[in-house]
Each structure stands twice: as structure tokens, then as C-alpha cells.
């Protein structure tokens, strides 16, 4: 790896940690920004070759929970055993962005593959976090699965929507920067 490889993963890595701290603690701003965790461990997946980054942005998440927790910024009734399920959830979205990664040169083809490993990827890490959450907590309460299944479910589009919101406009980017190298001559 190449020093500017270095500096540049050294920089998205911050970028990650920071579009996690400053958007899982709420109250940070005046407003509430969307949740960029399943974002960037999908961006950690797709361009940070060392499995240790998860680890780390597990860690910045888990602090994060925790001081809004301890500050009263969040309600500790989102602290249950249920918890512990978001690191496999996570873990399917970072797995996700790895494949993203292995589709092959940045183009088109490249950009619908890995929305579509974007779309399973959190689709997943839903599946997993909401069904971690009733076998825990929820299955105690007589709510039958399916009646879970359901109300549960019309949380997905919001869920989805806050990684969208972060990766699109960065997987465009990404391929309107590999297009635009591709385009310019290269000096003589």
C-alpha cells in the first residue's frame, strides 16, 4: 500500500467514525441528522481492506450509545439484551460492502451491483437487529411473531432510507470520479 492509499483509507476511516458519532447521538445539533451507521460500516466494507476497521467502527458505535445513554440523550429502553444482535447486523451490512467491492471495475454495471448489495445488505441487518429484538424482549410480551413481523416492518423504508440517503450520492460520486479519470488524457 502506498502512502497515499494510507492517508486517503486513513481519512475515510475518520469520515466513518465521525458520520457515526455525529449522527447517532442525538441532540448534537439543533436538529436531527439521519443515522449514518449502516452507511458507513457498508462504506468500511466496501473500501477498508482491514476487517479490523469493523471492529473499530463497532467500537465508535458503542460509545456513542453510550454517552447518549449516560447523557440522558437517549432512552435507556433502547438498551436490552437485544443489543449484542447489532453487531451481526452490522457485520452483514460490512460483509455487503465487501462484496460490493469484488464487482469488478468502477462503471454502471458496478454502481447497480452494489445498490443491490446496499438493498440486501440492510435488508438483512433489519432482519436480524428486529428478529434479535423479539426473541430477547418482544417474544415475552404474547405479540406473536407474525403481528411482530408486522408493525415492525413499516419501520424498514425510514431504516433504508437513512443509509440511501448517505450512499447514493456517494456511489455516484465514486463512479463519476472513476469516469472522469478514465476521460482525461494523461500527461505526456
Do not use: H
Not at 55 to 72: M, R
Not at 114 to 136: D, E, K, Q, R, T
Request: with cysteine.
Amino acid at each position: 500500500m502506498t502512502s497515499s492509499n494510507r492517508k486517503g483509507n486513513d481519512r475515510l476511516a475518520l469520515s466513518l467514525v465521525l458520520a457515526i458519532a455525529l449522527t447517532r447521538i442525538p441532540g448534537i445539533f439543533s436538529f436531527q441528522l439521519p443515522d449514518a451507521t449502516l452507511a458507513a460500516f457498508f462504506l468500511g466494507g466496501l473500501a477498508l481492506a482491514q476487517p479490523r476497521s469493523f471492529g473499530w467502527l463497532l467500537l465508535v458505535a458503542f460509545l456513542a450509545d453510550w454517552v447518549a445513554f449516560q447523557t440522558g440523550l437517549a432512552p435507556g429502553s433502547c438498551l436490552t439484551p437485544a443489543y449484542v444482535f447489532l453487531v451481526p447486523a452490522y457485520g452483514l451490512v460490512w460483509g455487503a460492502g465487501r462484496l460490493a467491492g469484488k464487482c469488478g471495475p468502477i462503471g454502471y454495471l458496478w454502481l447497480v451491483n452494489a445498490m443491490l448489495w446496499v438493498l440486501l445488505g440492510v435488508s438483512a441487518a433489519f432482519i436480524v437487529s428486529n428478529a434479535g429484538f423479539y426473541a430477547a424482549t418482544a417474544a415475552a410480551t404474547g405479540l406473536g411473531g407474525w403481528a411482530y413481523a408486522e408493525t415492525v416492518g413499516r419501520y424498514f423504508p425510514a431504516y433504508a432510507g437513512d443509509a440511501l440517503v448517505y450512499l447514493v450520492p456517494v456511489l455516484l460520486a465514486v463512479l463519476w470520479s472513476s469516469q472522469s479519470r478514465r476521460a482525461s488524457p494523461s500527461p505526456a
